[in-house]
């Protein structure tokens, strides 16, 4: 009895064991296609409002393309401060010693920011002989801006200065008059003062210099970025401070005070222009530091430029027509109310181009949703959209994509062909191709050996569809000939798969046969 029970568990085993065998592990049969990490992006196709930054694991995320400025015509000075340099990006002023502590510990747009720790000289920038610092200059237009994230907010700390002086009068009674402009802290706001900078209209020789001083209404808060600017219109002589996009003081540099009257410019003094500094005594952190000579009008005080960005990957070659996608993963990280929408468009065929007529054909999916059966293509492509929060200050990121998937291989070649010559004809036989996906066989015959480009037997040209029957008679074939003859087994994947060639055999019709 004992063997008897054995011998019935052994088979019972054994039989298990080649079920398993027959359908083998689903997950054994997954590959695995990752975006990002190491490639560092290069199978994206178009990145439209996103850029690499640095990010996951030391590689590169995909967050939203900040709202760094770049050099025009009228830019006089800008510094990013994304790390060390000798020059603006103007390259009309250069540092006159190492210049700022960069971190990348904070940053209000790219990857770095200007620190400064308090120290009392802060960094000078000597003006150029034609920049608007330079000794005898007139401005028109101007705009300064740049953005701040004070750490001690004390009063006196100074953001950006800059002294001169000029001569009053004519003859032996001139007299020296000194200048200045600067932008500081007090009271925790920011306060803007002109001291003997903005000049009337000479009357009777005689110019007559306007102490200007504009202060915030609002107090800041230490370490919050904020986006600060100061504009000036000269033919209106509109001179405005504004927090953030939104006006904070406003005055007319006019004899009157009002719209109306003289206008006084800013006039540097012919005997001495001394440099721009930045940071004097200040603990904080600056960034994006821009002078323009103009009145800026599309001033960016968001983070992030757009109200969206996207990421469109290349078309992803599965391989076999009719692959399962059994889900796509995503690593993503979603700061704030910053969000991240995911689509696809798939098909078995690609002209090419693209797989889609319409933008309105992506379907949108969740990352990590198991597709079961219902997503099987050759070709994937994937796009991927990222929302800043309400105040566009925080950026979602994607670090990675993983398109996790099962090949649908092509059906193995069919085993066992044999052919007996007739008169005139050829009957074949091969064993079926034990594949649920396999649909039929194709037959190809020609008159050399593997090459298979016969043409005129009864059932048509090479190759000869067999349906799903196992056998095949072509007739109509010349009696002498050697013909040669292979089998190949096709699935139900449309575009359909073939299998390779079977092993090859050769019959010689002739009327020797009835």
């Not at 039989?15 to 490639?39: F, H, N, Q, R, Y």
Request: with cysteine; aromatic share 10%.
């Amino acid at each position: 009895m004992y063997r008897t029970m054995t011998r019935k568990q052994y088979h019972s085993g054994a039989i298990l064991l080649c079920l398993l065998l027959a359908t083998g592990p689903v997950s054994g049969m997954e590959k695995t296609i990752e975006l990002g990490k190491d490639k560092l992006w290069s199978d994206m196709l178009t990145l439209d409002g996103v850029e690499p930054v640095s990010g996951r694991w030391g590689f590169q995320d995909i967050a939203l393309t900040s709202g760094a400025y770049v050099a025009d015509s009228s830019t006089e000075l800008l510094l990013h401060f994304d790390g060390p340099a000798q020059a603006d990006a103007t390259k009309n002023y250069r540092l006159a010693d190492t210049g700022p502590l960069v971190s990348d510990a904070a940053s209000a747009l790219g990857g770095a920011s200007a620190a400064f720790t308090g120290a009392r000289q802060g960094v000078a920038l000597p003006p150029t002989a034609v920049g608007m610092f330079s000794a005898g200059a007139v401005w028109d237009d101007f705009t300064i801006e740049f953005w701040l994230s004070p750490a001690v907010l004390s009063d006196g700390e100074s953001i950006i200065s800059w002294s001169g002086s000029v001569r009053q009068g004519s003859g032996p009674g001139a007299t020296l008059v000194s200048q200045s402009m600067r932008c500081s802290i007090h009271d925790m706001k920011l306060v803007w003062d002109f001291q003997n900078l903005f000049a009337l209209p000479a009357d009777n020789g005689v110019t007559r210099l306007l102490p200007v001083t504009l202060s915030g209404t609002r107090q800041l808060l230490p370490r919050i970025w904020h986006h600060h600017l100061l504009r000036f219109d000269s033919r209106t002589g509109l001179l405005e401070y504004l927090l953030d996009g939104v006006p904070e003081a406003i005055l007319h540099t006019t004899d009157t005070g009002s719209e109306t009257g003289s206008i006084a410019v800013p006039v540097v003094g012919s005997v001495y222009a001394g440099p721009l500094v930045v940071g004097q005594g200040y603990t904080g952190f600056v960034d994006e530091l821009r002078i323009s000579r103009r009145f800026v009008r599309d001033a960016v005080s968001t983070r992030f430029l757009g109200r969206t960005g996207s990421v469109t990957s290349r078309i992803i070659d599965l391989g076999f027509s009719d692959t399962r996608i059994a889900r796509i993963e995503a690593v993503t990280s979603t700061p704030g109310d910053t969000s991240v929408e995911f689509f696809y468009q798939v098909a078995n065929t690609w002209g090419g181009r693209r797989l889609l007529k319409s933008d309105t054909d992506w379907v949108p999916f969740v990352p990590g949703t198991d597709f079961a059966d219902s997503l099987k293509a050759r070709y994937l492509q994937i796009m991927v959209e990222l929302y800043p929060d309400g105040t566009r200050t925080q950026s979602p990121r994607l670090s990675s994509l993983k398109i996790v998937y099962e090949p649908n291989l092509p059906p193995s070649p069919p085993a066992g062909l044999v052919t007996t010559a007739g008169n005139g004809k050829v009957t074949l036989t091969w064993r079926k191709v034990n594949d649920l996906n396999v649909k039929g066989y194709l037959v190809y015959y020609g008159d050399a050996p593997h090459t298979y480009l016969g043409t005129g037997a009864a059932p048509g040209d090479s190759p000869v569809d067999a349906g799903a029957a196992t056998s095949l008679v072509i007739d109509g074939l010349q009696n002498g000939n050697l013909y040669y003859f292979a089998v190949v087994a096709y699935d139900t994947a449309d575009p359909r798969q073939q299998s390779q060639f079977s092993p090859e055999a050769s019959a010689r019709p002739s009327r020797m046969y009835k």
